[in-house]
């Protein structure tokens, strides 16, 4: 039996009210970061309110048909649209413990006349589905010889309670080298009692087979201050080797890391002598003093300072010399300027020609600067027309 549905009444409305690629509604974002001040916020705002008047307006107007209906199926997800719908406001319409009151048990799509028909169907329309028992009694049988057949997961090895204190050391130590936190390795070390040539578990992990120790690690971070403070404060031995072979000064990829180790074998003093260890083993270069070494460093930082005050200057004398050379050449492409009864420039071309010239970042700007120009002018109309 196919009657078609009689519509008594219909209405669907469509604002701008939620973020564009982020989701939720203003006024949930406005409640966990507080009011945003954008031309874009300010229309989603006013189109909110202005969704939930004429909501509210249209239930006034609908409420005969409603105070007459068996049942009242509806679909309002979100604070917001409950709010809308089921108040508290003045001259309310619908109460939220109205026992008429029901959800859809299915999904829907969006909120439009056809989608409200197909659901009207769905819910008055009785499906009758014929089953085979044979049928659904096969794949009973099948599913426990194929939960059988898998095998079961390896439990993990469990560790004893020094391993678990050996992983603990490691991950608090690789924590304040990656920082670059000096007096907190250190302090973490003699707190624990840990040696500074401490060797990180597991040892055939892939990071601490490649830097096994502190001074490894830190060399391979190209931490001047950290290697420094290892070898003279910490007592680090330079001369360990990491799985590859190598020591730490052969892990430094800069020129102040390796120097740190230079200086800490003049302050230290070599092998044999007031030192203890084998600098030639380390594979240190001869060693070198520290007032050399920020010489060198605070001499270089000039040198760097210089390049890019140099870069920088010719920079905006190209900018300078090439922006109104652009301009000057754009009346001539087309053999005439507006003047001498060329066509007039389009609005693309007159937003390229602004923008000629400019940096990124003013770039920005300036379409920052236009798209809110174009989104008062909206709200502006918005107004004059409501």
Not at 254 to 269: K, M, P, Q, W, Y
Not at 317 to 331: C, E, H, I, Y
Request: aromatic fraction near 4%.
């Amino acid at each position: 039996m196919n009657r078609e549905a009689t519509v008594l009444a219909h209405k669907t409305f469509h604002r701008y009210t939620t973020r564009r690629k982020q989701g939720g509604s203003q006024s949930a974002n406005d409640n966990a970061k507080g009011n945003a001040h954008s031309a874009g916020s300010s229309i989603r705002r006013y189109n909110e309110q202005a969704l939930t008047d004429e909501v509210r307006l249209l239930l006034k107007d609908w409420k005969t048909l409603l105070d007459t209906s068996e049942l009242l199926f509806i679909r309002a997800t979100g604070v917001t649209n409950r709010r809308t719908l089921f108040g508290p406001y003045e001259d309310q319409v619908l109460q939220s413990n109205d026992p008429r009151i029901r959800g859809f048990p299915f999904s829907t799509r969006r909120a439009t006349q056809n989608e409200l028909m197909r659901s009207f169907i769905e819910l008055t329309r009785l499906k009758i589905q014929e089953i085979n028992p044979a049928v659904t009694e096969k794949p009973q049988q099948e599913t426990p010889a194929k939960t059988a057949s898998k095998p079961p997961k390896p439990a993990p090895p469990k560790l004893s309670e020094a391993e678990e204190t050996a992983l603990l050391h490691t991950s608090q130590l690789q924590a304040f080298i990656r920082r670059s936190k000096l007096p907190a390795l250190l302090s973490y070390l003699k707190n624990n009692e840990l040696s500074a040539d401490f060797l990180f578990q597991p040892a055939d992990a892939q990071p601490n087979y490649h830097s096994p120790t502190p001074l490894h690690l830190s060399a391979n971070q190209n931490s001047a201050t950290l290697v420094s403070g290892l070898l003279v404060k910490g007592g680090a031995n330079p001369a360990l080797k990491n799985g590859e072979g190598k020591t730490a000064f052969e892990l430094a990829g800069d020129r102040a890391t390796r120097d740190a180790f230079r200086v800490a074998r003049d302050e230290l003093g070599e092998g044999g002598g007031k030192g203890k260890w084998d600098w030639e083993v380390a594979r240190v270069p001869p060693p070198m003093k520290r007032e050399e070494a920020e010489k060198r460093d605070e001499r270089e930082k000039k040198e760097n300072e210089k390049r890019e005050a140099e870069r920088r200057k010719a920079e905006e004398q190209r900018l300078k010399t090439q922006g109104p050379k652009v301009a000057d050449n754009k009346p001539s492409r087309g053999g005439k300027g507006l003047m001498d009864g060329g066509v007039q420039k389009t609005a693309q071309e007159k937003r390229e020609e602004e923008a000629r010239g400019l940096t990124p970042e003013q770039r920005m700007k300036l379409d920052r600067e236009r798209r809110a120009r174009a989104a008062e002018e909206r709200m502006r109309r918005m107004q004059a027309g409501g």
